[in-house]
């Protein structure tokens, strides 16, 4: 049975969280209602893969992608070693030597290795080339290998996302994902994560919602998912949304408790914040 709110001075320690029915909805719900948020082509929850019977693992592409080191497009013309490693490197290798790169230059020169020893596309190292791409700050060039992959997975798409996302380009992310639900890929916990992160950003609680309604029926939740949710619920003002997410997770960080209190006091909530906050005190200063 749901608690009230324990108001105390500084000598009680308290033992449980507030409970969500002390939230006045009205206030939320003012706040919510005053945000002009984006307009989605996705009402429809079935029109999420997650509702839907098809449930393919990746998009298949009519458009060959080159092969031919001497393409202009080249990544980088000075690894001349290429013909040398061309008899016993392969897929493992380079997707291995991808995730170590510690330099730009060091991501161009195996790319080049790929277009050159591998006869076509393979999506794990296609996907670990994008991510190298992505984790020194060549979000073009990182598109492009997307582009020209012959075979696509839900990896893929979410790594390209992911990019845009982190480079503020909102409005591009919000498209792919279009595309993402047009091919039928289907969604994960980290896509999930991902879109819930860019609707808090746009305030698109229609889309966001929806996105909650997938990680139920798809049952994806977890601790970052769980958190993505809340956050999202509470940055777009509706804090009884944020605190029914928070009362159904069976784990909760300091990361989600932050974004709780942080909520509550922005929302005209201090003594629900204060309440939240001495409930952990002990844990969090003394753990």
């Given amino acids: 049975m749901p608690m009230s709110p324990t108001f105390f001075s500084p000598r009680i320690t308290l033992s449980h969280p507030p409970s969500f029915s002390s939230i006045q909805p009205s206030q939320s719900a003012k706040r919510r209602n005053n945000i002009k948020t984006r307009s989605t082509s996705y009402r429809n929850p079935a029109n999420f893969p997650c509702f839907s019977s098809k449930i393919p693992s990746s998009t ?8 031919d080191s001497s393409s202009p497009n080249n990544p980088d013309d000075d690894f001349s070693d290429t013909e040398s490693v061309n008899s ?6 380079l997707a291995s ?3 170590s790169c510690y330099s730009l230059k060091e991501v161009r020169k195996i790319h080049a290795v790929v277009m050159k020893c591998l006869g076509s596309s393979v999506v794990y190292v296609d996907n670990n080339l994008i991510s190298a791409y992505l984790r020194f700050g060549k979000l073009t060039n990182a598109h492009k290998v997307f582009n020209e992959m012959s075979e696509r997975n839900v990896v893929s798409w979410t790594a390209v996302l992911n990019g845009y996302f982190r480079f503020g380009l909102d409005d591009e992310a919000l498209r792919l994902f279009s595309d993402f639900i047009e091919n039928g890929v289907r969604a994960n916990g980290k896509t999930f994560v991902c879109v819930l992160n860019l609707c808090s950003k746009k305030l698109d609680y229609e889309l966001g919602r929806q996105i909650h309604g997938c990680i139920l029926k798809g049952n994806w939740s977890n601790l970052i998912v769980d958190s993505a949710v809340v956050y999202f619920y ?18 909760r960080d300091v990361v989600c408790w932050t974004t709780m209190i942080t909520a509550c006091s922005q929302q005209g909530h201090g003594k629900e914040a204060f309440s939240m ?3 952990n005190a002990d844990r969090w200063i003394f753990s």
């Fill in 88 to 93: 016993w490197v392969d897929a493992d290798v």
């Fill in 234 to 251: 509470a940055q777009c003002g509706d804090l009884l949304g944020a605190f029914r997410a928070f009362e159904r997770m069976p784990q």
């Fill in 277 to 279: 906050f001495f409930t």
């Fill in 97 to 99: 030597w991808l995730q």
């Fill in 60 to 67: 298949t592409h009519s458009q060959n992608s080159s092969c």
